[in-house]
């Protein structure tokens, strides 16, 4: 959520306001005078000192990881925080599998006599969903699913009473335009499509990748899936055998094997009446998976509300402490270091800045106030996955979550663009405080890619 930094604490260090509830705000004297402990000096001097090449880019598990978790230690330490971690401590260590699958360069699929070969790479992309060093997959049927939503709040079941396990769905990115228009949420995630596949018993997942529906070019979908992928540590969550892509152009092959037309069938899976279409189409594939397991850490601080009734609720801030690391630049063959100074060091900065302010605050809080540092979000969001299954606080005790992840770098603006508008009752308060600045919130300008759910 990109919001100005002087808002964020004054949303929630107001005594007055009730976050379930409350659309407008109070901003009291004691505010403003907390609030002018966030300074632009503070902020820069932050994202100078952990986006330096001290910090080595912050890559999860490396020692710029460690010496990036004791210098947030230090900070919250400093500013008179208490550690907040489960179990106590100022870390949560969050087990990670680094998975590297090996696949093999071509993929042949048959239908009766008919038979179809697709490129690794080039046509499709492949990788291990479970941390094993061997997957197989024998003569696997594939099945056209649809969006493969399971949805009812929205009267919405792609897969009807189908079988699909043990089977290779064939699934459409995004999610019905009677969701939401082209607006994504979470139905429309590549990450809800392998769970849903799993809760469902299908052995693999092949979704069919255009530009527009998943919002980025195929090469994107090349990069991202390719080297070492990493997971949080399995912990016996359901997974598919095979997470995989296939270009539109594969996809329509696939399909027309089979005697199908892909556009007939995409075409029928935007109506609530559709069923799964059998292809008849086989499937085999050997994956060889190298698996390394290492850890990171979320750093966790906290202070604690006094209010009888409301302080076993929790207000949380975060920002992502991680960011690439250090990597060889193809061309020159040298080592390049990723700082991220905005993605997310000005993230982190921002949130030290405002711990600040709530630990200047001399009136008593509410409610407890978490600041959470999460790590390894650039692999795929999952300190904050971790965080998740093992809070601080529980679920239901979680009145709100502001995350930072990258601040504003234009300067002063007028507008705010307020990722997960509509997701919360924050909304109101937001807009009485932008109000209050003469500053006006603006919705994200680009919801089809669903930043809300890729950003912790
Ligand atoms: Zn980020």
New binding site residues.
């Given amino acids: 959520m990109k919001l100005s930094t002087l808002l964020l604490p004054l949303v929630l260090l107001s005594t007055q306001v009730y976050a379930t509830t409350a659309n407008s705000a109070v901003i009291t004297p004691e505010m403003q005078a907390a609030a002018r402990q966030i300074t632009s000096e503070d902020i820069s001097e932050h994202v100078r000192y952990i986006s330096s090449d001290a910090f080595e880019g912050r890559g999860p598990s490396t020692r710029a990881d460690k010496k990036t978790q004791e210098y947030l230690r230090s900070e919250l330490e400093n500013l008179g925080l208490k550690p907040a971690a489960p179990g106590g401590g100022w870390f949560q260590d969050v087990p990670l599998g680094g998975m590297t699958t090996h696949v093999p360069q071509t993929l042949t699929l048959s239908h009766g006599t008919k038979q179809l070969t697709l490129k690794n790479h080039d046509d499709f992309i492949a990788s291990a969903g479970q941390q094993k060093s061997s997957i197989n997959i024998k003569d696997a049927e594939i099945v056209f699913v649809g969006y493969g939503v399971v949805a009812p709040e929205f009267n919405w079941n792609d897969f009807k009473d189908v079988d699909v396990k043990g089977k290779i769905i064939l699934v459409m990115n995004h999610n019905p335009a009677v969701f939401a228009g082209k607006t994504r949420l979470y139905y429309g995630r590549w990450t809800y499509k392998y769970e849903q596949a799993a809760k469902m018993g299908a052995a693999g997942v092949i979704i069919i990748h255009t530009t527009e529906s998943a919002a980025y070019p195929w090469q994107v979908v090349q990069s991202s899936w390719t080297g070492e992928l990493f997971e949080l540590k399995d912990e016996g969550k359901l997974r598919v055998k095979m997470k995989g892509w296939a270009t539109e152009e594969a996809s329509r092959n696939i399909v027309e094997l089979s005697g199908h037309d892909l556009d007939a069938l995409r075409a029928a899976a935007e109506s609530r009446t559709f069923r799964p279409v059998s292809l008849g189409v086989k499937i085999s594939l050997d994956l060889k998976n190298t698996i390394h397991y290492s850890q990171s850490a979320n750093v966790i601080g906290m202070i604690p509300g006094s209010d009888p009734r409301l302080a076993k609720e929790a207000v949380i801030y975060s920002a992502?402490h991680d960011h690439l690391g250090m990597k060889i630049d193809p061309q020159s063959g040298k080592s390049l270091i990723y700082h991220g100074a905005i993605?997310?060091a000005s993230?982190v900065s921002g949130l030290l800045s405002i711990a600040k302010a709530y630990s200047k605050f001399d009136k008593p809080l509410k409610r407890t106030v978490y600041f959470v540092l999460t790590a390894s979000?650039?692999q795929g969001l999952l300190g904050s996955e971790y965080f998740v299954a093992h809070p601080s606080v529980s679920v239901k005790d979680m009145a709100a979550n502001i995350n930072i992840?990258?601040m504003g770098f234009y300067g002063r603006t007028r507008d705010i663009t307020q990722f997960g508008q509509g997701m919360s009752s924050l909304d109101g308060v937001l807009e009485s405080l932008a109000s209050q600045q003469g500053r006006v919130v603006k919705p994200d300008p680009q919801p089809e890619s669903g930043s809300f759910y890729r950003?912790d």
């Fill in positions: 992502h993605d997310n993230g979000e650039e992840d990258g950003a």
